[in-house]
């Protein structure tokens, strides 16, 4: 993958339904040349499908946690764009000190969670992780 697919790959994460036209414009390169890149990701398994966003509390079943990353060499970007593409990853963020990165997870069920955990450990460049089970959450008033 290089800059473009990575490019249009966060565009599609922000919004699935963006049509070819618009996902043209914004990367400035030609409508023939998104449908070209979009199925070849598809037949390469790069994109798996297209899902849905909601807002947590729309769910309160689901399993939350937060994965911390540590990432080998220069190799983030990369790793970006692979975890940008799981639809557990909800939210990611990148982080100084001795993690990375940070992924927000959301799941149905544990076992998802260690098929999801298990996936993103074996991507080329990660080199630690620690994962935090989100329990109960506080506001203040």
């Known amino acids: ?5 990575q490019q249009l790959l966060g565009l599609l994460r922000a919004d699935a339904r963006a049509t070819v036209a618009t996902l043209a414009k914004k990367l400035d390169v030609s409508r023939g040349t998104i449908n070209n890149r979009i199925a070849r990701m598809e037949d390469e398994g790069i994109i798996v499908g297209y899902t849905v966003r909601l807002r947590p509390e729309s769910q309160p079943d689901q399993i939350g946690a937060w ?13 970006v ?3 940008l593409g ?7 963020h990148d982080t100084n000190g001795r993690w990375d990165l940070l992924a927000e997870l959301r799941v149905a069920n544990i076992e998802e969670m260690s098929r999801v955990l298990d ?12 994962t935090s089970i989100h329990l109960k959450s506080y506001k203040l008033d």
């Open 86 to 92: 799981d639809p557990a990853v909800v939210a990611l």
């Open 1 to 5: 993958m290089d800059t473009l697919d």
């Open 67 to 79: 994965m911390n990353i540590a990432v080998d060499g220069n190799e983030t970007r990369r790793v």
């Open 119 to 130: 996936r993103v450990r074996l991507i080329k460049a990660i080199s630690a992780t620690e």
């Open 81 to 83: 764009s692979i975890l």
